[in-house]
């Protein structure tokens, strides 16, 4: 996501939930709000049938479905307003199916995984919030289900990495209170410090780990290919993937090109930069990878001053890299060529829109220098 400057957002913050809003699934004419408390999930379904003579609240929840379903839209404030004050009609349920529990001793992603699932039934009768009941939903146990396809399983699809299980990795902390806030990002493995992504879907995973996967057998090192590289890889007991391990990039806080470039960057440190970033995209290129979302965002700076392409995992970003490209070499190309105009151009369109206090928006028609 880019960094949202504060002229972009409407409404001052609202007062913090014991409870996290994680998104929105959307369905035909309905959207889910998947919320976290603690280790346990719940889902609250909507759809127009949970409008029972409410035709107000009814144009309400189609207005806020419009803006879901837009793309990249889910950031309104007013679907999140609408979401917390919807989730908070279930607090008393949060508190007593999602205690709080204090974490001591040696924490791994096996204690953070979820162990609870529940549906919230919400509903809307003569324009009244009336009937909210909560039910367990799916498996209870915390169990893998059996793995749906043998194509998923990273034991068989591959050979390159070394596989873990969530025990294998520690996650600091340093409050057992709010360990389920955590986001693991910094983990430790056999005494490894890595950097682990938690995978959108198993069979998300399988193409980034594809294309670590020719990188790896290409041979290139760190100097010759800059680009992230993959460590390995967590699995369930099933073989399915839960998150990718890379190598610890160290870097100054926060490490990315998009915040590098506005410190006074001399011009033969950009050329550099861009050298290197065309240099790894070229090569990536060759092995036949494709970077795929391609923004300064997914560039990291280390800690000698190179840059590093990162964040294979595909998709696109407004104003960056075309939908209709997604995944394809000329997507790259073109994203590159924004990268390229980003680096060099203190005015891109790109930099204003990153600018806090900017307005600017970079439409995708806009003309590129
Ligand atoms: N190998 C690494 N070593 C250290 N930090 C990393 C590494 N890879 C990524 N990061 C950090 O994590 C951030 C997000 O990484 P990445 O772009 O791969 O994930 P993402 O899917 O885009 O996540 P998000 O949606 O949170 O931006 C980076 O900006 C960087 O701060
Ligand atoms: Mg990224």
Not at 259 to 284: C, F, G, T, Y
Not at 303 to 326: C, S
Request: aromatic share 10%.
């Amino acid at each position: 996501m880019p960094p949202r400057s504060p002229s972009r957002s409407r409404s001052p913050s609202p007062p913090p939930r014991p409870y996290e809003i994680r998104g929105f699934e959307i369905g035909g004419d309905s959207f889910d709000i998947n919320i976290r408390v603690n280790n346990v999930r719940f889902d609250i379904p909507l759809s127009p049938d949970h409008f029972v003579q409410s035709p107000k609240a009814l144009v309400l929840f189609n207005k806020i479905f419009g803006l879901v379903k837009r793309d990249d839209d889910d950031d309104d404030p007013d679907v999140w307003d609408y979401a917390r004050e919807i989730a908070d009609h279930f607090l008393p349920d949060f508190h007593r199916l999602a205690p709080k529990k204090v974490h001591t001793g040696k924490l791994t992603l096996a204690d953070l995984r979820a162990t609870g699932y529940f549906e919230c039934e919400y509903k809307v009768v003569k324009e009244r919030p009336t009937i909210t009941t909560v039910q367990p939903w799916g498996r209870q146990d915390g169990e893998d289900d059996p793995c749906a396809d043998k194509e998923w399983d990273l034991r068989t699809y591959q050979s390159t990495f070394p596989l873990f299980s969530l025990e294998d990795v520690e996650v600091p902390y340093t409050d057992g209170e709010s360990v389920h806030d955590i986001i693991p990002q910094k983990v430790f493995v056999n005494g490894k410090t890595c950097f682990y992504k938690s995978c959108y879907s198993p069979w998300d995973a399988l193409e980034e780990v594809t294309k670590y996967c020719k990188i790896a057998q290409s041979g290139l090192s760190m100097s010759d290919l800059r680009t992230s590289r993959l460590s390995g890889i967590v699995t369930y007991r099933d073989g399915l993937a839960r998150g990718l391990l890379y190598d610890w990039i160290e870097t100054k806080d926060p490490g990315t090109l998009t915040w590098a470039i506005e410190h006074d960057v001399p011009r033969s440190q950009k050329n550099k930069w861009m050298l290197q970033i065309r240099d790894a995209v070229r090569k990536l290129h060759n092995l036949g990878v494709v970077w795929g979302d391609v923004k300064a965002d997914n560039v990291l700076i280390d800690m000698d001053k190179n840059a590093v392409v990162i964040d294979l995992e595909g998709g696109t970003t407004r104003g960056w890299v075309d939908r209709e490209l997604l995944g394809t070499i000329e997507g790259d190309q073109q994203g590159l060529k924004r990268l390229v105009d980003f680096i060099l151009n203190d005015d891109s369109p790109l930099r204003l829109r990153n600018r806090v206090g900017s307005d600017c928006e970079y439409e995708s028609e806009e003309e590129e220098s």
